[in-house]
């Protein structure tokens, strides 16, 4: 399947990736991490990252969802969460892009909540355009302009996300 032009091609997302493992590879040196990624979007970022990461992990999930269409509805549901105790632990929290924020924000302060010994957030894509709720970000893939985006996870209706590059949406290729 080939749709689209890529945005950011496969070479420049892999080489990427190495880059950000190589950085939180050497921040965690001496930590014992859960890595958290944010489903579904995260679910071929988060796996290419973690193989590439060179310290141990250990990993879980959030399930949430966020957006109606291409159009953000600002309000986030979470369908799972992780159930082992994270009060303590060293948390990196990892999503496909961060856009408005208000869903990092609220999963954010959830995780707070249970009082983790510290909290790192790590996207792929940075739309930072859209932002509406303040939110840090220690790791970022890529800023990229205010387009919608498919691809690595991302998807239009679910579509698209197979696509092993990014690349712009445009309504003719439903
Ligand atoms: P936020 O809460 O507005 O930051 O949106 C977060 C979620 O919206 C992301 O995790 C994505 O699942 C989805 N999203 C935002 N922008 C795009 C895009 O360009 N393409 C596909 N999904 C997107
Ligand atoms: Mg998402």
Redesign the pocket.
Known sequence: MFIGTPLISEEQIQKKVKALAHKISSDYKDKDVVVIG?LK??FMFFSDLIRYIKTPVRVDFIMAS??VK?V?SGE?KIHYFPTEELEDKDILLV??????????KIIQDRILAMNPASLRICVF?D?AE?RVVDVHVDYVGFKIPN????GYG???HEMFRNLPYITV?KKELK
């Open positions: 944010i979007g995260s966020s957006y291409d953000s986030v999503d496909d892009i961060i856009d408005t924020g208000i869903s990092l894509l739309k859209r387009k919608f985006v498919v991302l998807d239009y949406f």
